[in-house]
Nanobody, 121 residues
Framework: QEQLVESGGGSVQAGGSLRLSCAAS????????MGWLRQAPGKDRELVAA????????YYQESVSDRFTISRDNVKNMVYLQMNSLKPEDTAVYYC??????????????WGKGTLVTVST
């Protein structure tokens, strides 16, 4: 079973950058698509970005597509989310997830405890 631990969250001013990291422990990391989801206060959890296990293609929510970059290192069992030009509306708890992306729907098989990102004006 995959265990996922996020790091890299924090507080930043609007326009700043953060890089989130997700360390996966388990023997099946390579068999999963990997994703980052976020949940803002009072809102539903949403898929922000995902990267496909088979060919490395990535998917982004439209609101972050020109600012965020997801990547994975299958040797180190790591997933990253580089977030640039952050906006206050990016404030949320960000979760790393192992699962499957199908027709833009995310099946969440495993997830971490989350890391808080706060963007101030």
């Amino acid at each position: 079973q995959e265990q996922l631990v996020e790091s890299g969250g924090g507080s930043v001013q609007a326009g700043g950058s953060l890089r989130l990291s997700c360390a996966a422990s388990g023997r099946t990391f390579g068999s999963y698509d990997m994703g980052w989801l976020r949940q803002a206060p009072g809102k539903d959890r949403e898929l922000v970005a995902a990267i496909i296990r088979s060919d490395g293609r990535s998917y982004y929510q439209e609101s972050v597509s020109d600012r965020f970059t997801i990547s994975r290192d299958n040797v180190k069992n790591m997933v990253y989310l580089q977030m640039n030009s952050l906006k206050p509306e990016d404030t949320a708890v960000y979760y790393c997830s192992a699962g499957r992306l199908s027709d833009l729907d995310w099946r969440m098989d495993h997830w971490g405890k989350g890391t808080l990102v706060t963007v101030s004006t």
